[in-house]
């Protein structure tokens, strides 16, 4: 009763989810940044692709993502044996234990009618898939620990995933160690099936189960030949049919001659019966939860593999990309395999900014499509991890469940522009320049003394200061590709490159920040090619967008607007 | 001759045609490319943080290293960037103790010494212009070509030596061994502006509309690049152009390796050369 109930709600809240999760896939703007398409034409139009996909030759190609991307998993096995080996030990111990286990009585019952969870293969069989969740688990947590990247990008979710797998799996295998040592258990399977009628045959038997089935009674029977001959006679009419050695049971054979010394504690009912409990709610939980965890990549990762696999992005409507694009997002297990190969990963060692590892940037993704107005003060911190991104392409031909990344930092740049917060060298220039303009025309040019260290290097370059040299031949400016597009340089770019030097030259750093001409610069490199006293004229304007960089790096879009929080 | 291949970030989606035309070409002579994942080099953080644009490119730099082999860059910028980095880091030895205390955390080192070459030094200066010429089977014929050098192929000239910085003509005499002529055009040194697009578009649009319109009247039939961006940058600007109805020819670009490996006998899909082009270049 109280399972069938506990069971019936996980249901529910789990259908609940799905469909919840479902018709956010048709609501969600996370490929649709401006939100033109409406939920019930993205909903036709889902269809349609459906329908015309299924209902044509891309049927066998549906057949061939199916078999070799979901059922075999190949490219899991790009990342490298142990890899795959690890997500085949979960997925199909899993499986199998879902199916002949958790299922018993709509699966296993119904294809063999002999099926009994207590005699092989099935004792066996459980066993072997409960053993490679386990194995494939150790792997699981051995990878987020030792790798780097990996120990980076672990979060909650990953956590109570494998923690999840385990409780069940380890549950699983202590109530079944417990039961197998209990005296109590045996007692009670004893009176309510066999036949047993005297003392002896009685006696035999515990010999017998004490010996083969390493039932731990408090007092151990006597274990000569000749009751353990009796004994087994009496197994063999009582108890075999339903019973095979639990040696089969490999790992709760073992846990139950770990636990032999103390069996007559655990082997009671109440600990058996708390094992139970145990074990059955960790998996209704799991199962309640499944659309809002790390899970729910069972049923969406393989539709994404058979949607990208058919899906040619050019002759789609945009509904259906944004709708592919929304249902990505549930579709990430947060295996990292992106942020391993990511070619700005190792720039997470110099800027902290985990937005930048593909896997961190597409989670906050799912933040961002929503309307909700909290993030609004991360928006510079997503902006900088989006805008270091090269769009190289190579997390969307790694990533094991077919996500079309690139499609999503396209669309992410977009969004961002949407909300007004563009990369951050559009933001500091802008937020520099405002400040520079309005400084402009002032009567007094408010002096502020560079930075010792300025003034040693510019930063770090070994040249930075060489600045110093400068006569103002102008020679820079005159050469300069930008300098000389314009009829009015000095109107459009504040400052031009001598005066830039110039003012350097002065310990004037705060205003020549603000000078277009520093942002405008396009590192062409011809002013220090061509400067006659060897001044790096291009490497300090990098250097000067650097320290610019540092200074206003976490403008949100309303600090950029005033143009004051410098 | 062996080198570890540097596509850099862009090329994979954006201009595939690149690595493609260039691994083609490579092939002709014997030129064997290794593969190895390398990261971003740093050029696109430049602006944003000096560490972690010399983190990238000494990573890459490293990663070559293990392997003894020289680099081959194909897009300028990076090469530029690689070649800028490796200098600084072997003057600034403070600097360099720090990179490698940030590279053992990947298990690597900064070598002791590493050859980083463009794709075109590796044709002028190890496969030499004579034993392209003994390969060219299909030379052009009255096709006149305007050599775009690209900024980080030249400057700093203290940094790439690759060829005279204000007079320079290795590419010149690259583009003529194919029988194409190159012709002498005002603006061949100048920045192609991709570096501006997306941060000063209309200045990026206008630099790079400049050089298309030079070009084309130098009398050039197209422009010649060798470099991931300014390929980027005249595709984008010529389909503005002609989208803003350019009353002027609007000339395309061509990699160098397309247009060396169609003298080489290549076929030009496989060089992944453009319909346009293919009617330019009137094969």
């Given at each position: 009763m109280f399972f069938n109930i506990s069971f019936y709600v996980a249901l529910i809240l789990f259908g609940i989810g799905t469909v919840y999760k479902v018709l956010m896939w048709f609501r969600r703007r996370v490929g649709d940044p401006l939100g033109k398409i409406s939920a019930p034409k993205r909903f036709v139009e889902a269809f349609k692709g459906v329908f015309s996909a299924v209902f044509s030759l891309k049927l066998f190609r549906l057949v061939k993502v199916w078999f070799?991307?979901?059922?075999?998993q190949k490219q899991i096995a790009r990342e490298g044996f142990v890899r795959w080996f690890m997500h085949f030990c979960i997925a199909y111990g899993f499986i199998f234990l879902l199916l002949m286990h958790a299922l018993a009585r709509y699966v296993s019952q119904k294809l063999f009618p002999e099926y009994q969870a207590t005699i092989n293969p099935f004792l066996f069989l459980r066993n072997l898939f409960g053993a490679m969740m386990l194995v494939g688990l150790g792997i699981a947590v051995y990878r987020r620990i030792t790798n780097r990247t990996m120990r980076l990008t672990t979060r909650g979710v990953d956590v109570y995933a494998l923690v999840v797998l385990a409780l069940i799996a380890l549950s699983g295998f202590f109530l079944e160690a417990t039961k197998i040592v209990s005296h109590e258990r045996y007692e009670e399977m004893v009176s309510e099936y066999s036949s047993i009628s005297d003392e002896q045959e009685a006696q035999a038997l515990k010999a017998y189960w004490a010996k083969e089935y390493a039932v731990v009674f408090p007092k151990t029977p006597a274990m000569d030949s000749g009751s353990l001959a009796k004994g087994k006679e009496v197994h063999l009419l009582n108890c075999a049919s339903c019973h095979s050695r639990p040696t089969a049971a490999f790992v709760s054979f073992g846990l139950a001659k770990a636990i032999a010394p103390s069996a007559l504690i655990l082997g009671q009912k109440s600990i058996r019966e708390s094992l139970l409990y145990f074990h059955f709610l960790v998996c209704f939980l799991g199962l309640a939860l499944l659309p809002f965890t790390k899970f729910f990549h069972i049923l969406t990762s393989p539709l994404v593999l058979l949607i990208n696999g058919v899906m040619d992005r050019s002759k789609s409507s945009p509904a259906n990309i944004a709708t592919v694009q929304a249902i990505e997002l549930d579709a990430c297990t947060h295996c990292a395999t992106c942020s391993l190969h990511c070619s700005v990963g190792p720039i997470f060692q110099e800027i902290?900014?985990?937005?930048?590892?593909p896997s961190e940037k597409l989670a906050v993704l799912s933040v961002l499509a929503s309307k909700n107005r909290k993030f609004l003060p991360i928006l510079p911190v997503i902006s900088e991890g989006a805008s270091i991104c090269t769009k190289c392409y190579r997390c969307t031909t790694v990533c094991p469940v077919g996500i079309v990344l690139q499609d999503q930092w396209l669309t992410l740049d977009k969004g961002l522009i949407h909300l007004e917060c563009p990369e951050p060298f559009i933001r500091i220039r802008d937020a520099f320049k405002a400040r520079f303009d309005s400084d402009r025309g002032k009567a007094i040019i408010p002096l502020t003394s560079a930075k010792k260290k300025f003034k040693q290097g510019v930063g770090l370059s070994l040249q930075g200061s060489t600045f110093h040299y400068c006569f103002t031949c102008m020679t820079c400016s005159n050469s300069c590709p930008v300098v000389v597009h314009y009829q009015n340089p000095g109107e459009k770019l504040g400052l031009l490159p001598h005066q830039i030097m110039q003012s350097l030259k002065y310990g004037i750093q705060d205003n020549v920040l603000g000078a277009g001409m520093v942002w405008d610069c396009l590192g062409c490199y011809n002013c220090q090619e061509n400067c006659p006293q060897g001044i790096r004229v291009a490497d300090i304007f990098f250097e000067l967008k650097n320290e610019a960089y540092q200074q206003g790096?976490?403008?949100?879009p309303g600090e950029r607007e005033s143009g004051e929080p410098l | 001759m062996r080198y570890s291949l540097f596509?850099?970030?862009?090329?994979?989606?954006?201009?595939p045609q690149y690595e493609t035309s260039s691994r083609k070409v490579l092939e002709q002579f014997d030129v064997e490319l290794e593969n190895i994942e390398f990261n971003c080099c740093g050029y696109p953080v430049r602006f944003l943080d000096f560490k972690a644009f010399i983190l990238s490119s000494a990573r890459n730099i490293a990663l070559t290293g293990e392997k003894g082999l020289p680099l081959l860059c194909l897009c300028k910028c990076c090469y530029g960037t690689l070649r800028y980095a490796d200098i600084l880091l072997r003057k600034d030895e403070a600097l360099l103790k720090e990179i490698n205390g940030a590279l053992k955390a990947d298990g690597l080192r900064y070598p002791e010494q590493v050859e980083i070459k463009h794709l075109l030094n590796v044709l002028y200066e190890d496969i030499l212009l004579e034993n392209i010429q003994k390969k060219n089977v299909r030379p052009f014929q009255g096709l006149k070509v305007a050599a775009h050098y690209g900024c980080h192929i030249l400057r700093p000239h203290d940094v790439v030596?690759?060829?005279?910085?204000?007079n320079p003509n290795k590419f010149e005499k690259l583009i003529e061994v194919t029988g194409a002529s190159s012709v002498d055009w005002p603006l061949r040194l100048q920045c192609c502006g991709d570096s501006l697009n997306g941060k000063n578009d209309v200045l990026s649009r206008e630099l790079g509309e400049k050089k298309i319109r030079s070009a084309s009247d130098a009398g050039a039939d197209l422009i010649c690049v060798g470099c991931t961006h300014c390929q980027m940058q005249f595709d984008r600007i010529g389909a503005q152009m002609k989208e803003q109805g350019e009353t002027g020819e609007v000339l395309p670009s061509i990699l160098y390796p397309q247009l060396l490996g169609l003298s080489l006998g290549l076929d030009g899909k496989a060089l992944g050369i453009s319909q346009t082009l293919f009617e330019r270049l009137q094969i």
């Open positions: 070799l991307e979901i059922f075999i902290p900014n985990k937005t930048i590892l790096k976490n403008l949100t | 596509p850099g970030c862009k090329i994979p989606y954006y201009v030596q690759f060829d005279n910085p204000v």
